[in-house]
Structures are given as structure tokens and as C-alpha cells.
């Protein structure tokens, strides 16, 4: 759910995004493209206007929700299997990315 409760944002198995709009008599869902890929973890810049995609590519990317562009890609993560959670800061400032390999990365964004 994004900010305000007017949206929502998933993912399905088949690796597709879709956003919801919920100020909507009858919600209909917007495909967001990754190109192809498929999601794996997810996480919401605030105020909501943006995701980071963690795909199947190992690379992180930063997409712009409405206009479903990739806006930014992070560096590649060596070990696709090692991404467990993303987490943002309050603010949208930093990224954590913490993995099975017991470790945790940090990007400022």
C-alpha cells in the first residue's frame, strides 16, 4: 500500500509489477515493464512515486511507479541467491540490503 492508502503495489510469481489505483470505483491494474526480468524483492522510495526492483538480473533498479521507467540501476550483486530484504531509511535517503551470506549493504540514493 503506498502512502495515503490511494495505491497499491505488488508483484506476482511471474514477475510482473502492477499498481492499483484504489481511488477508483473499479481499480484497474497498470503493468509496470522490467524488460525481461522478473521481481524478486521490492521496496517503496517515499512519498511513493518510486520503487527499487531488486530483478533476476542481480541488478537493483529505481523505477518511477506512474511512467514505469527505470529511472537508475545499482551495481550488480555478484550472488543473485544472497538478497534476503531491502529496507529504506525514513527519508528514502539510503537503501539496506541485508543477505543469506549474513551481510548488509548500504547505497545512499
Sequence with gaps: MLP????AFGSNR????????????????KRLDLGEVSLEH???L????RVIAD??????RVVAVE???????????????IVDSLRLS???SLLAMGGTDEAVRLWRL
Excluded at 4 to 7: A, M, S
Excluded at 17 to 22: I, R, T
Excluded at 46 to 49: A, E, M, S, T
Excluded at 55 to 60: G, I, Q
Design 42 to 44: 521490492f521496496a517503496l
Design 14 to 29: 511471474a514477475g510482473e509489477v502492477k499498481l492499483w489505483n484504489l481511488t477508483k470505483k473499479k481499480p484497474k491494474a
Design 67 to 81: 511512467a514505469g521507467e527505470v529511472l537508475r540501476e545499482l551495481p550488480e550483486i555478484r550472488d543473485r541467491r
Design 46 to 49: 517515499p512519498p511513493g512515486d
Design 4 to 7: 495515503r492508502g490511494e495505491r
Design 90 to 92: 525514513e527519508d528514502g
Design 55 to 60: 530483478c533476476s538480473d542481480a541488478r537493483l
